[in-house]
Protein backbone atom coordinates (compact mmCIF):
# COMPACT_ATOMS: atom_id res chain seq x y z
CA UNK A 1 0.00 0.00 0.00
CA UNK A 2 1.00 3.03 -0.83
CA UNK A 3 0.30 6.99 1.07
CA UNK A 4 -1.08 8.29 -2.39
CA UNK A 5 -4.68 9.79 -2.36
CA UNK A 6 -8.05 7.52 -3.41
CA UNK A 7 -9.31 9.07 -6.80
CA UNK A 8 -13.04 8.50 -7.48
CA UNK A 9 -12.42 6.15 -9.59
CA UNK A 10 -10.50 4.32 -7.38
CA UNK A 11 -13.26 4.01 -4.44
CA UNK A 12 -15.86 2.81 -7.21
CA UNK A 13 -13.46 0.43 -8.10
CA UNK A 14 -11.75 -0.97 -4.92
CA UNK A 15 -8.42 -2.64 -4.62
CA UNK A 16 -8.97 -6.06 -5.87
CA UNK A 17 -8.52 -5.03 -9.56
CA UNK A 18 -11.65 -3.97 -10.94
CA UNK A 19 -13.75 -5.46 -8.22
CA UNK A 20 -17.27 -3.65 -8.33
CA UNK A 21 -17.77 -1.29 -4.82
CA UNK A 22 -19.35 -3.46 -2.54
CA UNK A 23 -21.41 0.08 -1.86
CA UNK A 24 -22.80 -0.44 -5.11
CA UNK A 25 -25.45 -2.56 -3.90
CA UNK A 26 -27.48 0.52 -2.25
CA UNK A 27 -26.91 3.16 -5.58
CA UNK A 28 -30.67 2.38 -5.97
CA UNK A 29 -31.45 3.75 -2.53
CA UNK A 30 -28.96 6.60 -2.92
CA UNK A 31 -30.68 7.90 -5.82
CA UNK A 32 -33.81 7.82 -4.40
CA UNK A 33 -33.48 9.08 -1.71
CA UNK A 34 -30.68 12.21 -3.52
CA UNK A 35 -34.44 12.57 -5.69
CA UNK A 36 -36.27 13.20 -2.54
CA UNK A 37 -34.24 15.80 -1.17
CA UNK A 38 -34.13 17.33 -4.45
CA UNK A 39 -37.51 18.33 -4.37
CA UNK A 40 -36.58 20.70 -1.31
CA UNK A 41 -37.38 18.78 1.66
CA UNK A 42 -35.26 17.76 4.72
CA UNK A 43 -33.99 14.66 5.12
CA UNK A 44 -36.78 12.87 7.89
CA UNK A 45 -33.52 10.57 9.19
CA UNK A 46 -31.11 13.53 10.05
CA UNK A 47 -32.25 15.74 12.21
CA UNK A 48 -30.55 17.01 14.95
CA UNK A 49 -31.85 17.65 18.19
CA UNK A 50 -30.41 21.23 19.28
CA UNK A 51 -31.58 20.92 22.90
CA UNK A 52 -33.72 18.48 24.64
CA UNK A 53 -35.89 20.76 27.10
CA UNK A 54 -38.26 17.95 28.76
CA UNK A 55 -39.72 14.85 27.98
CA UNK A 56 -41.62 16.34 25.32
CA UNK A 57 -39.96 19.67 23.82
CA UNK A 58 -36.79 20.06 22.28
CA UNK A 59 -35.20 22.93 20.19
CA UNK A 60 -34.70 21.77 16.42
CA UNK A 61 -33.78 24.08 13.71
CA UNK A 62 -33.92 27.15 16.33
CA UNK A 63 -37.45 26.94 17.55
CA UNK A 64 -39.51 25.02 20.20
CA UNK A 65 -40.83 21.76 18.97
CA UNK A 66 -43.09 19.04 20.37
CA UNK A 67 -41.27 15.94 20.44
CA UNK A 68 -43.83 12.92 19.81
CA UNK A 69 -41.71 10.87 17.88
CA UNK A 70 -39.80 9.79 20.79
CA UNK A 71 -40.19 6.20 22.91
CA UNK A 72 -39.97 8.20 26.23
CA UNK A 73 -43.56 6.69 26.57
CA UNK A 74 -43.11 6.76 30.51
CA UNK A 75 -41.16 10.24 30.61
CA UNK A 76 -38.38 9.19 32.91
CA UNK A 77 -35.51 10.50 31.17
CA UNK A 78 -35.58 14.10 33.16
CA UNK A 79 -36.79 12.74 36.07
CA UNK A 80 -34.98 13.97 38.94
CA UNK A 81 -33.95 10.82 41.10
CA UNK A 82 -33.07 9.51 38.34
CA UNK A 83 -31.20 11.68 36.98
CA UNK A 84 -29.51 12.24 40.30
CA UNK A 85 -28.61 8.16 40.71
CA UNK A 86 -26.73 8.70 37.20
CA UNK A 87 -24.65 11.66 38.34
CA UNK A 88 -23.54 10.11 41.36
CA UNK A 89 -22.72 6.93 39.70
CA UNK A 90 -20.19 9.35 37.33
CA UNK A 91 -19.22 10.26 40.99
CA UNK A 92 -18.40 7.15 42.35
CA UNK A 93 -17.58 4.58 39.70
CA UNK A 94 -16.06 7.06 36.60
CA UNK A 95 -17.45 6.94 32.98
CA UNK A 96 -17.04 3.24 31.80
CA UNK A 97 -16.29 -0.19 32.68
CA UNK A 98 -13.80 -0.96 30.02
CA UNK A 99 -14.40 -4.37 30.21
CA UNK A 100 -17.06 -7.59 29.90
CA UNK A 101 -19.49 -8.35 32.04
CA UNK A 102 -17.94 -11.89 32.13
CA UNK A 103 -14.14 -9.74 33.10
CA UNK A 104 -14.26 -6.79 35.05
CA UNK A 105 -17.29 -5.22 33.90
CA UNK A 106 -20.11 -6.29 36.70
CA UNK A 107 -19.80 -3.25 38.91
CA UNK A 108 -22.40 -3.08 42.08
CA UNK A 109 -24.68 -1.06 39.90
CA UNK A 110 -24.98 -3.77 37.23
CA UNK A 111 -26.16 -6.29 40.30
CA UNK A 112 -28.46 -3.49 41.52
CA UNK A 113 -30.23 -3.21 38.04
CA UNK A 114 -30.64 -6.78 37.99
CA UNK A 115 -32.45 -6.71 41.03
CA UNK A 116 -34.59 -3.74 40.61
CA UNK A 117 -35.85 -6.01 37.35
CA UNK A 118 -36.22 -8.95 39.40
CA UNK A 119 -38.50 -7.34 41.47
CA UNK A 120 -40.45 -5.37 38.58
CA UNK A 121 -41.28 -8.40 37.09
CA UNK A 122 -41.06 -11.05 39.86
CA UNK A 123 -38.79 -13.52 38.16
CA UNK A 124 -35.86 -15.08 39.99
CA UNK A 125 -33.29 -14.27 37.40
CA UNK A 126 -32.76 -10.93 35.38
CA UNK A 127 -29.46 -10.64 32.71
CA UNK A 128 -28.93 -6.65 31.10
CA UNK A 129 -27.17 -6.28 28.07
CA UNK A 130 -26.05 -3.23 26.46
CA UNK A 131 -28.71 -2.75 24.00
CA UNK A 132 -31.89 -3.95 23.91
CA UNK A 133 -31.01 -5.28 20.27
CA UNK A 134 -27.93 -7.17 22.10
CA UNK A 135 -30.60 -8.69 24.26
CA UNK A 136 -32.68 -10.37 21.39
CA UNK A 137 -29.76 -11.16 19.75
CA UNK A 138 -27.52 -13.05 22.35
CA UNK A 139 -31.06 -14.90 23.57
CA UNK A 140 -32.81 -16.29 20.90
CA UNK A 141 -29.34 -17.20 19.38
CA UNK A 142 -28.25 -18.56 22.94
CA UNK A 143 -31.79 -20.73 22.60
CA UNK A 144 -32.21 -22.07 19.27
CA UNK A 145 -29.65 -23.12 17.86
CA UNK A 146 -29.06 -25.11 14.49
CA UNK A 147 -31.78 -28.25 15.01
CA UNK A 148 -34.28 -26.19 16.50
CA UNK A 149 -37.10 -24.29 15.23
CA UNK A 150 -38.03 -20.91 15.53
CA UNK A 151 -41.64 -19.78 15.06
CA UNK A 152 -41.83 -15.83 14.93
CA UNK A 153 -44.71 -13.54 13.22
CA UNK A 154 -43.83 -12.20 10.14
CA UNK A 155 -43.67 -8.74 10.95
CA UNK A 156 -40.85 -9.30 13.80
CA UNK A 157 -38.44 -6.92 14.85
CA UNK A 158 -34.99 -6.77 12.96
CA UNK A 159 -33.44 -7.72 15.92
CA UNK A 160 -35.55 -10.91 16.82
CA UNK A 161 -34.61 -11.88 12.87
CA UNK A 162 -31.50 -11.26 13.28
CA UNK A 163 -31.36 -13.39 16.63
CA UNK A 164 -32.50 -16.74 14.39
CA UNK A 165 -30.00 -15.92 11.93
CA UNK A 166 -27.20 -15.70 14.29
CA UNK A 167 -27.92 -18.88 16.00
CA UNK A 168 -28.47 -20.81 12.58
CA UNK A 169 -31.80 -22.34 13.82
CA UNK A 170 -34.76 -23.36 11.34
CA UNK A 171 -37.03 -19.98 10.78
CA UNK A 172 -40.87 -20.46 10.39
CA UNK A 173 -42.81 -17.28 9.85
CA UNK A 174 -46.66 -16.98 10.06
CA UNK A 175 -49.00 -14.60 9.18
CA UNK A 176 -49.18 -11.14 11.69
CA UNK A 177 -51.35 -11.48 14.62
CA UNK A 178 -52.59 -14.93 13.13
CA UNK A 179 -53.70 -17.33 15.88
CA UNK A 180 -54.95 -19.92 13.03
CA UNK A 181 -51.32 -19.62 11.19
CA UNK A 182 -49.40 -20.23 14.03
CA UNK A 183 -51.22 -23.53 15.05
CA UNK A 184 -50.87 -24.78 11.33
CA UNK A 185 -46.91 -24.70 11.04
CA UNK A 186 -46.56 -25.39 14.38
CA UNK A 187 -48.72 -28.74 13.70
CA UNK A 188 -46.33 -29.18 11.13
CA UNK A 189 -42.99 -29.35 12.75
CA UNK A 190 -41.50 -32.31 14.25
CA UNK A 191 -42.65 -33.16 17.84
CA UNK A 192 -39.18 -33.98 19.04
CA UNK A 193 -37.47 -30.79 17.59
CA UNK A 194 -36.84 -27.84 20.32
CA UNK A 195 -38.77 -25.39 19.26
CA UNK A 196 -39.22 -21.27 20.36
CA UNK A 197 -42.41 -18.77 19.89
CA UNK A 198 -41.67 -15.86 20.09
CA UNK A 199 -44.11 -13.04 20.26
CA UNK A 200 -44.15 -8.91 20.78
CA UNK A 201 -46.26 -7.55 23.40
CA UNK A 202 -46.97 -4.03 20.76
CA UNK A 203 -45.70 -3.91 17.47
CA UNK A 204 -43.84 -0.81 16.88
CA UNK A 205 -44.73 0.59 13.23
CA UNK A 206 -48.56 -0.40 13.81
CA UNK A 207 -48.65 -0.27 17.37
CA UNK A 208 -51.35 -2.88 17.32
CA UNK A 209 -51.14 -5.26 19.66
CA UNK A 210 -50.49 -9.21 19.98
CA UNK A 211 -53.47 -12.06 20.86
CA UNK A 212 -51.56 -13.22 23.57
CA UNK A 213 -53.35 -15.05 25.65
CA UNK A 214 -54.49 -17.41 22.53
CA UNK A 215 -51.02 -17.30 21.30
CA UNK A 216 -49.14 -18.48 24.66
CA UNK A 217 -52.29 -21.73 24.41
CA UNK A 218 -50.99 -22.17 21.33
CA UNK A 219 -47.60 -22.60 21.70
CA UNK A 220 -47.73 -24.46 24.84
CA UNK A 221 -50.28 -27.17 23.10
CA UNK A 222 -47.17 -28.11 20.88
CA UNK A 223 -44.59 -27.93 23.82
CA UNK A 224 -43.04 -25.01 22.80
CA UNK A 225 -40.75 -22.64 24.60
CA UNK A 226 -42.10 -18.96 24.96
CA UNK A 227 -40.01 -15.46 24.52
CA UNK A 228 -42.36 -12.46 24.32
CA UNK A 229 -40.54 -9.19 23.58
CA UNK A 230 -42.17 -6.54 25.39
CA UNK A 231 -39.90 -3.55 24.65
CA UNK A 232 -43.16 -1.52 23.56
CA UNK A 233 -45.15 -3.25 26.22
CA UNK A 234 -42.94 -2.72 29.59
CA UNK A 235 -44.52 0.45 31.61
CA UNK A 236 -47.41 1.04 29.84
CA UNK A 237 -49.49 -2.71 29.76
CA UNK A 238 -50.87 -4.53 32.99
CA UNK A 239 -51.76 -4.09 36.49
CA UNK A 240 -47.58 -3.93 37.52
CA UNK A 241 -46.65 -2.01 34.51
CA UNK A 242 -45.08 -5.69 33.14
CA UNK A 243 -46.60 -5.69 29.51
CA UNK A 244 -49.25 -7.26 27.31
CA UNK A 245 -48.51 -10.89 28.80
CA UNK A 246 -49.36 -9.63 32.27
CA UNK A 247 -52.51 -7.87 31.00
CA UNK A 248 -52.60 -10.90 29.15
CA UNK A 249 -52.48 -12.96 32.44
CA UNK A 250 -50.58 -15.71 30.59
CA UNK A 251 -46.88 -14.85 33.04
CA UNK A 252 -46.52 -17.99 34.47
CA UNK A 253 -47.03 -19.89 30.82
CA UNK A 254 -44.30 -17.23 29.30
CA UNK A 255 -40.45 -18.70 29.45
CA UNK A 256 -38.37 -15.30 28.96
CA UNK A 257 -38.90 -12.11 28.79
CA UNK A 258 -36.93 -9.26 26.32
CA UNK A 259 -37.19 -5.39 26.89
CA UNK A 260 -35.14 -2.42 26.48
CA UNK A 261 -34.12 0.89 28.84
CA UNK A 262 -34.62 2.84 25.82
CA UNK A 263 -38.35 2.95 25.91
CA UNK A 264 -40.19 3.50 29.23
CA UNK A 265 -37.24 3.12 31.53
CA UNK A 266 -35.63 6.46 29.78
CA UNK A 267 -32.00 5.22 29.60
CA UNK A 268 -30.24 2.47 27.06
CA UNK A 269 -29.90 -1.07 27.26
CA UNK A 270 -31.66 -4.37 27.41
CA UNK A 271 -32.98 -7.36 29.14
CA UNK A 272 -33.77 -10.89 29.86
CA UNK A 273 -36.04 -12.25 32.80
CA UNK A 274 -37.24 -15.59 33.71
CA UNK A 275 -37.69 -18.11 36.08
CA UNK A 276 -36.63 -20.85 34.38
CA UNK A 277 -34.20 -22.89 36.83
CA UNK A 278 -30.86 -23.14 34.16
CA UNK A 279 -31.27 -19.36 32.67
CA UNK A 280 -28.01 -18.33 34.83
CA UNK A 281 -25.98 -20.44 32.27
CA UNK A 282 -26.89 -17.86 29.60
CA UNK A 283 -24.24 -15.59 31.62
CA UNK A 284 -21.23 -18.11 29.95
CA UNK A 285 -22.59 -19.27 26.71
CA UNK A 286 -24.51 -16.04 25.20
CA UNK A 287 -21.71 -14.54 23.20
CA UNK A 288 -23.77 -11.10 22.36
CA UNK A 289 -23.05 -10.41 26.68
CA UNK A 290 -19.97 -12.50 26.87
CA UNK A 291 -18.04 -10.68 23.97
CA UNK A 292 -19.41 -7.23 24.39
CA UNK A 293 -18.45 -4.29 27.09
CA UNK A 294 -20.59 -4.08 29.93
CA UNK A 295 -22.96 -0.72 29.71
CA UNK A 296 -21.68 2.37 32.13
CA UNK A 297 -22.15 2.65 35.70
CA UNK A 298 -24.21 5.90 35.47
CA UNK A 299 -26.76 4.30 32.95
CA UNK A 300 -27.16 1.04 34.59
CA UNK A 301 -27.64 3.41 37.82
CA UNK A 302 -30.34 5.48 35.91
CA UNK A 303 -32.27 2.61 35.09
CA UNK A 304 -32.47 0.58 37.95
CA UNK A 305 -33.82 4.18 39.70
CA UNK A 306 -36.32 4.38 36.77
CA UNK A 307 -37.15 0.88 37.15
CA UNK A 308 -38.28 1.35 40.73
CA UNK A 309 -40.10 4.28 39.99
CA UNK A 310 -41.92 2.63 37.62
CA UNK A 311 -43.43 0.26 39.56
CA UNK A 312 -45.45 2.82 41.46
CA UNK A 313 -46.39 4.72 38.24
CA UNK A 314 -50.31 3.94 38.36
CA UNK A 315 -51.52 7.34 37.70
CA UNK A 316 -48.52 7.85 34.81
CA UNK A 317 -50.13 4.79 32.47
CA UNK A 318 -53.39 6.21 33.20
CA UNK A 319 -52.77 9.37 31.64
CA UNK A 320 -50.71 7.75 28.65
CA UNK A 321 -53.54 5.80 28.01
CA UNK A 322 -55.71 8.99 28.24
CA UNK A 323 -53.54 10.97 25.85
CA UNK A 324 -53.33 7.61 23.21
CA UNK A 325 -57.00 7.56 23.41
CA UNK A 326 -57.93 11.46 22.66
CA UNK A 327 -55.23 11.65 19.82
CA UNK A 328 -56.80 8.50 17.96
CA UNK A 329 -60.20 9.52 18.35
CA UNK A 330 -59.07 13.04 17.30
CA UNK A 331 -56.72 12.08 14.10
CA UNK A 332 -59.78 9.69 13.09
CA UNK A 333 -62.26 12.74 13.37
CA UNK A 334 -60.06 14.93 11.19
CA UNK A 335 -60.13 11.79 8.22
CA UNK A 336 -56.55 10.64 8.89
CA UNK A 337 -56.29 6.82 7.60
CA UNK A 338 -54.58 4.98 11.30
CA UNK A 339 -53.15 1.69 11.54
CA UNK A 340 -55.71 0.40 14.23
CA UNK A 341 -59.13 0.83 14.85
CA UNK A 342 -58.88 1.78 18.40
CA UNK A 343 -55.92 3.13 20.28
CA UNK A 344 -54.53 0.08 21.02
CA UNK A 345 -51.23 1.66 22.48
CA UNK A 346 -48.92 4.30 22.94
CA UNK A 347 -48.26 4.16 19.08
CA UNK A 348 -50.68 5.55 16.93
CA UNK A 349 -49.79 5.08 13.13
CA UNK A 350 -50.94 7.50 10.54
CA UNK A 351 -50.97 6.09 7.19
CA UNK A 352 -50.48 7.57 3.71
CA UNK A 353 -50.77 6.53 0.23
CA UNK A 354 -47.09 7.31 -1.21
CA UNK A 355 -43.62 8.51 0.11
CA UNK A 356 -43.91 11.58 -1.76
CA UNK A 357 -47.33 12.66 0.84
CA UNK A 358 -45.63 11.02 3.76
CA UNK A 359 -42.50 12.90 3.91
CA UNK A 360 -44.47 16.02 2.78
CA UNK A 361 -46.62 15.74 5.82
CA UNK A 362 -43.55 15.55 7.89
CA UNK A 363 -41.99 18.32 7.25
CA UNK A 364 -44.83 20.27 7.37
CA UNK A 365 -45.55 19.15 10.84
CA UNK A 366 -41.78 19.89 11.73
CA UNK A 367 -42.19 23.78 10.16
CA UNK A 368 -45.44 23.70 12.50
CA UNK A 369 -43.24 22.98 15.75
CA UNK A 370 -43.67 19.23 15.84
CA UNK A 371 -41.54 16.26 15.47
CA UNK A 372 -42.91 12.84 14.82
CA UNK A 373 -41.31 9.71 13.00
CA UNK A 374 -41.67 8.82 9.63
CA UNK A 375 -41.14 5.22 8.50
CA UNK A 376 -40.99 3.34 4.77
CA UNK A 377 -40.20 -0.42 3.63
CA UNK A 378 -38.33 -1.82 4.81
CA UNK A 379 -38.84 -0.87 8.24
CA UNK A 380 -42.64 -1.17 7.25
CA UNK A 381 -44.88 -3.86 5.01
CA UNK A 382 -44.05 -3.20 1.42
CA UNK A 383 -45.55 -0.31 0.03
CA UNK A 384 -46.69 1.32 3.09
CA UNK A 385 -45.55 4.82 4.18
CA UNK A 386 -46.37 6.16 7.40
CA UNK A 387 -45.98 8.82 9.77
CA UNK A 388 -45.69 7.35 13.70
CA UNK A 389 -46.87 9.13 16.69
CA UNK A 390 -45.15 7.64 20.08
CA UNK A 391 -46.79 9.46 22.52
CA UNK A 392 -45.50 10.28 26.40
CA UNK A 393 -47.18 10.19 29.99
CA UNK A 394 -46.00 14.07 30.26
CA UNK A 395 -47.53 15.47 27.62
CA UNK A 396 -50.48 17.95 28.61
CA UNK A 397 -53.80 17.76 27.80
CA UNK A 398 -52.85 21.33 25.89
CA UNK A 399 -49.92 19.96 24.21
CA UNK A 400 -52.15 16.83 22.85
CA UNK A 401 -54.51 19.65 21.25
CA UNK A 402 -51.94 21.85 19.98
CA UNK A 403 -50.95 18.29 18.65
CA UNK A 404 -54.14 17.57 16.93
CA UNK A 405 -54.34 21.88 15.82
CA UNK A 406 -50.74 20.95 13.70
CA UNK A 407 -52.55 17.72 12.65
CA UNK A 408 -55.25 19.37 10.99
CA UNK A 409 -53.37 22.43 9.70
CA UNK A 410 -50.50 20.34 8.15
CA UNK A 411 -53.58 17.97 6.21
CA UNK A 412 -55.00 20.52 4.87
CA UNK A 413 -52.11 22.34 3.22
CA UNK A 414 -50.88 19.55 1.54
CA UNK A 415 -54.16 18.15 0.59
CA UNK A 416 -54.75 14.92 2.57
CA UNK A 417 -58.07 15.90 4.37
Same mark, same amino acid.
Given at each position: MTDAAITPDDARLGDAGGAPDLLSKFDALIAERQALLDTGVRDPFAIVMEKVTSPTE??????????????????? @????? #???? =?? +? !?????? $???? /???????????????????????? @????? #???? =?? +? !?????? $???? /?????IILDADSHASIYDGCWLGNAEIVRFRHNSVEDLDKRLGRLPKEAGKLVILEGVYSMLGDIAPLKEMVAVAKKHGAMILCDEAHGMGFFGEHGRGVFEEAGVSDDVDFVVGTFSKSVGTVGGFCVSNHPKFEVLRLVCRPYVFTASLPPSVVATAAASIRKLMHAGEKRAHLWKNSRRLHQGLRDLGFKLGTESAQSAIIAVIFPDQETAVGMWQALLELGLYVNMARPPATPAGMYLLRCSLCAEHSDAQVGEILAMFEQAGRAIGCI
Open positions: AIISGRRTILLGTYNYMGM @TFDPD #VVAA =GK +Q !ALDDYG $SGTT /GSRVLNGTYQGHRECEEALKDFYG @TSSAI #VFST =GY +Q !ANLGVI $STLA /GKGDY
